[in-house]
């Protein structure tokens, strides 16, 4: 009966051991996977970084300047009309933030001014400026 049980001890020890040492193993190849993404992340922080200052590099108003003046035949630019910028208010709308269609009121406004007032009132918006630009049709 010893020699049975020494033998059942002895396989119980052997699984054991060879369960520990798949966990232990797992755990190694867990380790090295973290250790070589933490090594991707921070070789992207340092591409990150190194494309931050490029672009600043690239973006200098004298370098732009300089750029601007060697191609002026070639590109024709010309600086930008304050009456070319676009208020947000002149921006389209969503379709369901677009204002209800304006009736002329009883009192013979034919203009509906009074309810174009009124809507703009409703809507918390004020009027667009009447600045003629290329990119709105007036």
Known sequence: MLKTFDF????VMTATATVTYSIKH???LKLEE????????KLEKD??????????????PN???KLIKTY?????LAPTDPTQLVQPIELPMLRDELPAVEVADDKGDKDGKA??????????RKPADKIVTGSVKP
């Open 8 to 11: 059942i001890l002895i396989g």
């Open 26 to 28: 797992r755990a190694e």
């Open 34 to 41: 973290v250790k070589r993404l933490e090594s991707e992340i």
């Open 47 to 60: 591409t990150i970084d190194l494309l931050r200052a490029d672009w600043a590099l690239l973006t200098q």
């Open 63 to 65: 370098r732009l300047e």
């Open 72 to 76: 002026d035949g070639e590109l024709k």
């Open 115 to 124: 309810a174009k007032q009124k809507k703009t009132a409703e809507n918390g």
